[in-house]
């Protein structure tokens, strides 16, 4: 079988097509994202909105509304909960986390376990991008598109709050929208990527892209183009991988990811060690 052949095949069958789009509109936005959560240090943040929206899912199926309602509305309260423990405490934010992500997660395992379900509820946690309906491909799209055009449109001020806040303040920046609505587009996001990753996965494409670009630049808009590529590059491999190797979709983009950053380690970690060699 030849390569042509190869990249052809799978895209005779519509649920194929339709799951290489949408694995690649998700993996572009989460590496939007993933670039000024690694600049703010939110790895750990996008960590626990994404467990934090497990209980919303079991609940949208359980009052009959599409999970995505669910699961936003918990990732928003998983912030504002975060938020009020944080300014009311002396407790350390990762802390604060670390303790609602794991409390929401639990919640939700509890209502999966009280749950009889036609559907498998264990798709929300791994993903099943194979076979997500045209109406949830249609909200993904959409969702990732309004999310990567809000983080482009913003990305100078959204960068000066990541870098330096103070001095975003100083110069009349609300500092505390900024935060909120970065906070949003980071719950939307999240949302959207529920049936292509699942809330298990996810988290590694908010990181794993965005450290992968840092190891290799250090300018900013170097480090959006590569992560972007680095994202969608995995995501189109990695749909194509469970094509034929008949193995998880989200785990196969998720693994990619992470071999791209292995080498990208691997060649800095080389390039730094012939610079010394040679000075």
């Not at 060690?273 to 040679?278: A, D, N, T, V």
Request: charged share 10%; aromatic share 10%.
């Amino acid at each position: 079988m030849d390569i042509l052949t190869l990249i052809l095949e799978p895209l005779q069958y519509a649920f194929m097509t339709k799951a290489i789009m949408v694995s690649a509109a998700v993996g572009a936005v989460c590496a939007i994202l993933s670039c000024f959560l690694i600049l703010k240090g939110w790895s750990l943040l996008g960590d626990a909105i994404s467990h934090a929206v497990l209980p919303g899912v079991v609940l949208a199926y359980i009052i009959g509304i599409p999970y995505s309602i669910g699961a936003f509305v918990f990732a928003l309260l998983a912030v504002f909960i975060i938020g009020v423990v944080k300014s009311n405490t002396k407790i350390k934010e990762d802390a604060v986390m670390g303790i609602v992500f794991t409390t929401l997660f639990a919640f939700g395992l509890i209502l999966i376990s009280r749950t009889v379900s036609s559907v498998d509820l264990m798709h929300v946690l791994f993903g099943y991008v194979l076979g997500i309906s045209d109406a949830a491909a249609l909200y993904t799209m959409i969702a990732a598109g309004a999310v990567a055009l809000v983080v482009l449109a913003f990305r100078r001020t959204l960068l000066l709050y990541c870098f330096d806040p103070i001095h975003a303040q100083s110069i009349g920046i609300s500092t505390t929208l900024v935060h909120y609505a970065l906070l949003v587009l980071l719950a939307i996001t999240i949302t959207a990527s529920l049936q292509t990753v699942g809330i298990i996965l996810v988290i590694a494409m908010l990181i794993t892209p965005g450290s992968t670009a840092f190891l290799l630049t250090k300018r900013f808009p170097a480090m959006l183009a590569i992560a972007v590529c680095v994202s969608v590059v995995s995501s189109v491999i990695g749909a194509y991988t469970s094509y034929y190797l008949d193995v998880s979709t989200g785990g196969s983009i998720v693994f990619i990811q992470s071999m791209l950053f292995l080498v990208a380690f691997a060649y800095t970690l080389l390039h730094t060690r012939l610079s010394i060699w040679r000075a």
